[in-house]
């Protein structure tokens, strides 16, 4: 990862005042122990397993010069939310990682709803989502009373399990990673918040990685938090971006306070509102039969809409790398 290396290095001035002493010793601790090992990927019952090697930069230390990622805002202060999402990330890491063999799915079931007040409708979908090892989802939905069917192929990036099981499972680490990367939205912490929530809505993040996006929640300066409890009544820790180029505007992300799983997210604005409500997860053996005779079992990605079915191209992009050229959209000027 010498692009990340090099991007991030800060200068020794910059290092000492961004960093005290003992905050930057915490961090290199854990960029030498993360940066020590590799992680395993999603092991595969009945399969073979495949070993992934951790998307990390080493810290180097050699004539007294510090290769670190760059200390973003927010980094070493210390506050409720990051405190919380810390309690949160540490029982994330703890969990066992998913486990199924290929045939088998993981089936996610949700329901979204939202409204739109100014233009007066509303819509309430129902998810029955099956997730292969290697990301393609078979989607079973009913669209206000429609039935409608889709395969879709993996995703770009930390959308997509094996590139998100390499990611760094370092907070530190991994905000550095995906503040390099991340593109679109009003700022840097509106595009990583967006890119966490996009890498668990895809099922995609190991446990180590899901702990570490939490922990990076918590470097987050525009993550509030507060606990709660869901529709279902689940315990849980919901982070709230407010994003200051969007006045008027929350998105939030719903995780279980025992677990770091995923429970919920949705948004606010000044008209309306959005909420997708994950109901449960687990392992099955096969697609309901009535989604399998629709759709069919091979990877070939397509739509069942108003009855007429049509093909939905395999046009993965390349993955996200590091570059100098700008990554998100600056805040318009505040006006004068």
């Known amino acids: 990862m010498a692009d990340l290396i090099e991007r991030t290095r800060p200068t020794d001035a910059g290092l000492a005042v961004a960093w005290p002493d003992e905050q930057r010793h915490q961090v290199l601790d854990a960029v030498l122990a993360d940066a020590s090992h590799s992680t395993d990927g999603p092991r595969r ?60 799915f993981l089936r996610v079931r949700s329901v979204e709803t939202q ?18 090892t290697d990301g393609w989802t078979w989607s079973d939905r009913l669209v206000n009373g429609a039935v409608e069917r889709y395969i879709f192929p993996p995703g770009w990036g930390w959308h997509r399990p094996d590139y998100a099981t390499g990611m760094p499972t370092e907070p530190h680490l991994l905000d550095a990673f995906l503040r390099l990367r991340v593109q679109g939205s009003a700022s840097q912490n509106e595009a990583v918040f967006v890119a966490i929530g996009d890498m ?63 429970l919920g997210y949705g948004a ?29 079992t091979d990877k070939i990605g397509k739509a069942i809409e108003n009855g007429q079915t049509t093909l939905i191209d395999d046009e993965r992009g390349p993955d996200p790398v590091a570059g100098a050229e700008q990554t998100w959209t600056p805040a318009p000027e505040p006006s004068r």
């Open 45 to 104: 019952r009945g399969g073979r397993s495949r070993r992934w090697v951790l998307a990390a930069a080493p810290a180097s230390l050699a004539a007294g010069t510090v290769a670190a990622p760059l200390a973003q805002p927010g980094w070493f202060t210390r506050t409720a939310a990051a405190d919380e999402l810390n309690r949160v990330a540490a029982s994330a890491k703890e969990q066992p990682a998913w486990e199924w063999a290929d045939g088998q």
């Open 115 to 132: 409204e739109n007040r100014e233009e007066g409708w509303s819509q309430r979908v129902t998810y029955d989502d099956f997730h292969t």
């Open 200 to 262: 668990l809505r895809a099922e995609a993040a190991p446990p180590a990685v899901r702990a570490a996006a939490i922990g990076v929640l918590g470097l987050n300066p525009g993550v509030n938090v507060d606990r709660t409890t869901d529709a279902q009544g689940r315990d849980a820790v919901r982070a709230t971006l407010v994003e200051p180029a969007r006045p008027g505007e929350t998105q939030t992300l719903m995780l279980d306070s025992r677990t770091g799983v995923l």
């Open 268 to 296: 606010t604005w000044s008209d309306g509102w959005y909420e997708s409500r994950i109901v449960d997860r687990g392992i099955v053996d096969a697609l309901p039969t009535d989604v399998a005779a629709a759709l069919g």
